[in-house]
């Protein structure tokens, strides 16, 4: 199991309060089905196009969650990021979707993350 899961884990099970559902920098509001999102499609991509460091880093924290809540349920990640890929690659992958699909960009950023890397490289065999 990742370690951060593992000391989350730890620390709830010791009385540590969960963090908060949101966070100071980023308010929340409700995407679909009432689910709480912080980045839509469209934020994404005006992040991307801004600064591609903090796009690198969102992508990788959403990967890292993503792998972190499936590990967690033990079911199987949805994409596989080959090993010799780098960080640019995987975000130019992520952005070449939002871009050619205007149409999703209002629906949470971290489920379009999931499904550009499902398109690019699809689960592992």
């Known amino acids: ?11 709830l099970a010791q009385g540590a309060q969960p963090l908060p559902p949101h966070n100071w920098m980023t308010p929340p509001h409700s995407g679909e089905n009432g689910r709480t999102m912080y980045f839509t499609g469209n934020k994404l991509l005006e992040i991307c196009q801004d600064d591609a460091a903090q796009c690198v880093r969102y992508i ?3 990967t890292d969650g993503q792998l972190a809540a499936i590990t ?3 079911r199987d990640v949805a994409y596989c990021i080959p090993h010799e890929s780098t960080a640019v690659q995987v975000k130019d992958v992520v952005v070449r979707f939002l871009t050619d699909h205007p149409e999703l ?19 592992c065999k």
């Open 1 to 11: 199991m990742n370690l951060l899961v593992m000391t989350a884990v730890a620390a």
């Open 60 to 62: 990788q924290g959403v």
């Open 72 to 74: 967690a349920t033990s």
């Open 105 to 123: 960009r209002h629906r949470p950023a971290a489920m379009l993350v999931a499904n550009a890397l499902a398109n690019a490289w699809p689960q």
